[in-house]
């Protein structure tokens, strides 16, 4: 079975930088795809970022566009969210999910199209 474990996730003042990690295991890298997402108290889950094995395709949300970078070793066993210039609203559970490499395509951050999920991490911005 699939397991994803995220981490990295803490407390930091607005301004900051914190780097999530997600480690990936029992999967096929091949034609996958590793997506952050992050849902706040009282909002629905958002998406944020992907990477998809399949021509390092990349994408993120307009709110975190040129400050967050996403990147994965290799063989995507791990999956990296350098989240820079954080801000108060950035404050959520940040998740990581897998799912097949079209769904990370340049054409936005469907959570449903992801197979597998694993655990939150908090993230908290102080103002």
């Known amino acids: 079975e699939v397991q994803l474990q995220a981490s990295g996730g803490g407390l930091v003042q607005a301004g900051g930088s914190l780097r999530l990690s997600c480690t990936a295991s029992?999967?096929?890298?091949?034609?996958?795809?590793i997506g952050w997402f992050r849902q706040a108290p009282g909002k629905e889950r958002e998406g944020v970022s992907c990477?998809?094995?399949?021509?390092?395709?990349?994408d993120y949300a307009d709110s975190v566009k040129g400050r967050f970078t996403i990147s994965s070793d290799n063989a995507m066993n791990t999956v990296y969210l350098q989240m820079n210039s954080l801000k108060p609203e950035d404050t959520a559970v940040y998740y990581c999910?897998?799912?097949?490499?079209?769904?990370?395509?340049?054409?936005?951050?469907?959570?449903?199209?992801?197979?597998?999920w694993g655990q939150g991490t908090l993230v908290t911005v102080s103002s």
């Open positions: 999910a897998l799912g097949r490499s079209y769904v990370c395509s340049g054409y936005g951050l469907p959570a449903i199209r992801y197979d597998y």
């Open positions: 029992r999967f096929t890298a091949e034609n996958s795809a």
């Open positions: 990477i998809a094995s399949v021509y390092g395709v990349t």
